[in-house]
């Protein structure tokens, strides 16, 4: 594991790299037992303690990562979004402790990673609060991404928020509906609709556009406590139960990635995710709470 000061060091070429935003502005939350402080102007050269536990990698993890870590009590820095790739980057370059994934890895990430899976979270057709409730089936779907659909039902123009190819969200929709994929798709090929990067910039859109409708997380929605409108597919509402019963389709898995065996604090964190305090405040928050690895089971 590298120096507190080179895990500062590393992460402003890494930001070039990505183009993560919050990372070009060492935008930075830090957790401690006791109230949240937040140091957004926080300098790379500041010295981390050595007590510290350090993450990064998906937005996706954000939300829930943040709240388990709040309820653990240790000391813990989670950066804001670098996305998964960026995860696999900095946990293999040895610049954090655990990186965040809300993707299966690919085949050449792989190698010498262990990844401990922990919630399962609902991957919901969001839109601001004021857009009546609708049911969407794939067709109807489809419409919207095509441009097929321009309005609400209330006459309110329709601007749909997309993500960038790749992006778990999509992914996890575009598995089971061929018909959505499609339009997507060609939708993101000829510039249809604005796309945005980062989970923070969906929130952003769809809380401050009217009538804007993209893909979300229905976890970082209860945790934040959104006032967002969640829309039903094909008569189901998303919760940990109708993704336990596989009622509701769209999903994705989030972990947490070590090198190897993960170091003491790694452990211990893990360990707090897998108890059942931890399983109990993953599901209240929204999310289904994953079994332990069973290679990794004490």
Known sequence: MKSPSARWLYFAPLAVLLGASALCAWTLSVFLTGPVISQPELRPQRRVAEDALVLAGSGSNLPLTRLLAEAWGRRVYLHESIGSR?????????????????RPLREEEQQGLVVWPYARVAVVIASGSSVPEQDFDEAGLAQLYSGVRRTWPDGTALRVVQRELGDSSHDAVERHWLRFAEASHEAYRRQRWRVVYADASMRAALLSERG??????????????????????????????TLESGAYPFSKDLSMLSVGPPSDLARDFLGFIYSDRGRDLTRRAGYLPLERPAAERP
Do not use: T
């Not at 293999?92 to 809300?102: F, V």
């Not at 893909?215 to 970082?220: I, N, P, R, S």
């Not at 209860?222 to 008569?235: M, S, T």
């Open 86 to 102: 960026g995860g696999v980057r900095a946990v293999r370059d040895g610049a954090i402790d655990l990186g965040l994934i809300s």
């Open 212 to 241: 804007s409708v993209g893909l979300f997380d229905q976890g970082a929605v209860r945790i934040e406590q959104l006032p967002l409108r969640i829309h039903r597919v094909e008569g189901v509402r998303p919760s940990p139960e």
